[in-house]
Structures are given as C-alpha cells and as structure tokens.
C-alpha cells in the first residue's frame, strides 16, 4: 500500500551532521504519524522522531532532541531527518516508517528497508 525507500547513510565523523531522506509512494497524508526509528545491532528497534504529516506536530526521543530535526515535504511525498552533532551512540540501521497508530515500532504498519548510519569516535 505505502511504499518507502530511505537513503542518505553513511560514514561521519562524531559532530557531523547527515540528512536522511525517506521517499513515499503512496498515500501518507492522515492523523497518524510518520516517523523514523533506529536498531542497533543486538539491541530493540528503537523510537527517534515523529511527524504529522497535517498539521507538523514533532515528537523527539529524548537522546536526540536539540541535535535531530524531523521535517516531510507535501508536494514531494518525502520524510527527512536532519542529524547535527552526531555521537557513537547513534550508530544504527534507521528506518522510515508509516501509518503509526503510537509513537512505537510496533504501531507502525510500513517499513522502509533501512540505512545504515555509522558514527565514528
């Protein structure tokens, strides 16, 4: 039904920056949230950032608020995240995820396939 594909890991530096993209296909616009969620290896997926797609109300995971941004654009169908001051700690698969009825992994019903982000000391 929504199709996501992420992109924008990689590779940086502790104190960089990466912008994370997510194009949507499909109809995202509603009263449930979009967001973004992490998964480090071992470790449970997860919860970063959420948005409405009407409205723009933001929610923050506490370990990321001040240094993360969460933003879509309409007209292009696209989720972002914007990632300043990057630490070790945020080294994790991100995904893009649609259709959350919570702010948990598991009230979400589309997934995107995930892209690696690596925070180097």
């Known amino acids: 039904q929504v199709q996501l594909v992420e992109s924008g890991g990689g590779l940086v530096q502790a104190g960089g920056s990466l912008r994370l993209s997510c194009a949507a296909s499909?109809?995202?616009?509603?009263?449930?949230?979009m967001g973004w969620f992490r998964q480090a290896p071992g470790k449970e997926r997860e919860f970063v950032a959420a948005i409405y797609w009407i409205g723009g109300t933001r929610y923050y995971a506490d370990s990321v608020k001040g240094r993360f941004t969460i933003s879509r654009d309409g007209a292009k169908n696209m989720l972002y995240l914007q990632m300043n001051s990057l630490k070790p700690e945020d080294t994790a698969v991100y995904y893009c995820?649609?259709?959350?009825?919570?702010?948990?992994?598991?009230?979400?019903?589309?997934w995107g396939q995930g892209t690696q982000v690596t925070v180097s000391s």
């Open positions: 995820a649609s259709g959350g009825t919570t702010l948990q992994a598991t009230g979400f019903s589309d």
């Open positions: 499909g109809r995202t616009v509603g009263t449930y949230p």
